[in-house]
């Protein structure tokens, strides 16, 4: 048993809003939460925590990324820097076919250890949930070789991050294969293989006119389905292209990015449930003027969720507080929305709300404490690490020395 004592605030994230409690405790047995009150003082524990002038938190979700990559693209960064787009880049065959050749070239070992730096650094950030998609192979042994990777991540990492693995072949259209022929690959091949090794459990698609259209998306989509694969969907990122109503059609969890979602699509996704994943890094990365249309997201009541995209073209970015930080400030999301985005609502982007996101009995002890007295510090703090202890399944696993 351990307690966490005298948390300033401690912010359960239970019903609608951030759900605090001033100046309490919270205790834990084994890998789950088994009280969150004053209560739990009295009781004999072996260990406590005095988190004296600091919050409690859940642990971040970050519900997107594409982590296991070889290379860099500081290029591409450097030409968008000289007012090219990331369509005009990528149809001239650089962008994600750029990382692909890197990725391709790599060795498994190779991509664990690059990956593995990655996760350490998510780790001491505050992410103990992470999702990881694959898609830069675009062949049927390179996509398998990602996924095996992540697999082993998972398996090394079981006690310092939950990983969950999304199989992303439709991810751009590899070069000399045509487009219907990858397809068919992708669902005759890829996917049944994917689903038989049990290497996935989302399956996701790059939906965009000039990449995988509306109906191509669906009929991958609905394949992954078919397997067992849960469907995901990149929609409306850089035009409008029928991905928010596909998302609801085909009842998909997620629909990310959501730039330019027809309002019909934002209905679709309501009447299903679909969570809309934001990425308000890759706007800023992308130096994109668009932002979502949150005030209707809002008005229909949609799950939003947020996440980094971490990623070598589109996104650099992989500290959850910065991403809530943007959230608010390129987005116009309240610290509200933000901090559910990046918590309970990203669990729900990936099926676990019953499980982590919140603060509650039951739960998973997925925490962080930070050494702030109030939440409003995380986005005013910009960019200054707050986290303190991060505890996965009721262990401390990084912990920091400060003057808290
Ligand atoms: O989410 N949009 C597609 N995929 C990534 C970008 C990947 C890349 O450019 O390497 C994204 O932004
Ligand atoms: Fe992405």
């Known amino acids: 048993m351990m307690v966490i004592k005298n948390a300033a605030q401690i912010l359960t994230l239970t019903g609608k809003e951030l759900g605090i409690i001033k100046n309490d405790s919270l205790s834990i047995k084994d890998d789950k939460i088994t009280s969150v009150n004053h209560r739990t003082s009295n009781i004999r524990h072996q260990k406590s925590i005095d988190a004296r002038g600091c919050i409690i938190m859940p642990g971040f979700v970050d519900c997107h990324t594409?982590?296991?990559?070889?290379?860099?693209?500081?290029?591409?960064?450097?030409?968008?820097?000289?007012?090219?787009?990331?369509?005009?880049?990528?149809?001239?065959?650089?962008?994600?076919?750029?990382?692909?050749?890197?990725?391709?070239?790599?060795?498994?070992?190779?991509?664990?250890?690059?990956?593995?730096k990655r996760i350490d650094e998510l780790i001491r950030w505050g992410t103990t949930t992470v999702e990881i998609k694959s898609g830069y192979g675009l062949d049927t042994p390179t996509e398998l070789k990602i996924l095996k990777v992540i697999k082993t991540?998972?398996?090394?990492?079981?006690?310092?991050?939950?990983?969950?693995?999304?199989?992303?072949?439709?991810?751009?259209?590899p070069a000399r294969i045509k487009k219907a022929n990858y397809i068919h690959k992708l669902i005759s091949e890829m996917i049944p293989l994917v689903a038989?090794?049990?290497?996935?459990?989302f399956c996701d698609v790059f939906c965009e006119n000039f990449v995988f259209n509306a109906q191509e998306s669906k009929k991958i989509l609905l394949a992954g389905k078919k397997f067992g694969l849960i469907p995901k969907i990149h929609a409306d990122e850089i035009e409008s292209s029928g991905g928010a109503e596909k998302a609801g059609e085909i009842g998909a969890i997620s629909a990310?990015?959501?730039?330019?979602?027809?309002?019909?699509?934002?209905?679709?996704?309501?009447?299903?449930?679909?969570?809309?994943?934001?990425?308000?890094?890759?706007?800023?990365?992308?130096?994109?003027?668009?932002?979502?249309?949150?005030?209707?997201?809002?008005?229909?009541?949609?799950?939003?969720?947020?996440?980094?995209?971490?990623?070598?073209?589109?996104c650099m970015i992989y500290q959850m507080p910065i991403i809530i930080a943007l959230g608010c400030l390129l987005?116009?999301?309240?610290?509200?929305?933000?901090?559910?985005?990046?918590?309970?609502?990203?669990?729900?982007?990936l099926g676990l709300d019953k499980k982590i996101g919140t603060i509650e009995t039951g739960?998973?002890?997925?925490?962080?404490?930070?050494?702030?007295?109030?939440?409003?510090?995380?986005?005013?703090?910009?960019?200054?690490?707050?986290?303190?202890t991060v505890i996965k399944h009721g262990k401390i696993i990084y912990s920091r020395n400060t003057y808290c």
């Open 153 to 173: 991540l998972q398996n090394v990492n079981k006690d310092r991050i939950t990983i969950i693995p999304t199989f992303l072949g439709a991810h751009a259209i």
């Open 66 to 116: 594409h982590l296991v990559f070889a290379g860099s693209r500081e290029n591409e960064f450097a030409m968008r820097l000289e007012g090219k787009t990331y369509k005009e880049v990528l149809v001239a065959g650089g962008g994600i076919l750029q990382t692909v050749a890197t990725t391709r070239k790599a060795s498994e070992k190779e991509l664990i250890k690059l990956a593995q």
């Open 196 to 201: 038989k090794e049990n290497l996935a459990q």
């Open 256 to 314: 990310e990015h959501l730039l330019y979602p027809s309002n019909k699509g934002l209905n679709m996704m309501k009447r299903k449930d679909v969570v809309a994943v934001l990425l308000p890094g890759t706007t800023l990365f992308l130096k994109s003027k668009q932002i979502p249309p949150i005030e209707m997201m809002r008005k229909l009541g949609i799950t939003i969720a947020l996440g980094s995209d971490y990623n070598p073209g589109t």
């Open 363 to 388: 739960k998973n002890a997925d925490l962080l404490i930070l050494d702030i007295p109030d939440y409003r510090h995380i986005p005013y703090q910009f960019g200054k690490s707050l986290i303190k």
């Open 331 to 349: 987005y116009n999301m309240s610290l509200i929305e933000a901090i559910r985005g990046a918590t309970i609502n990203g669990a729900k982007a």
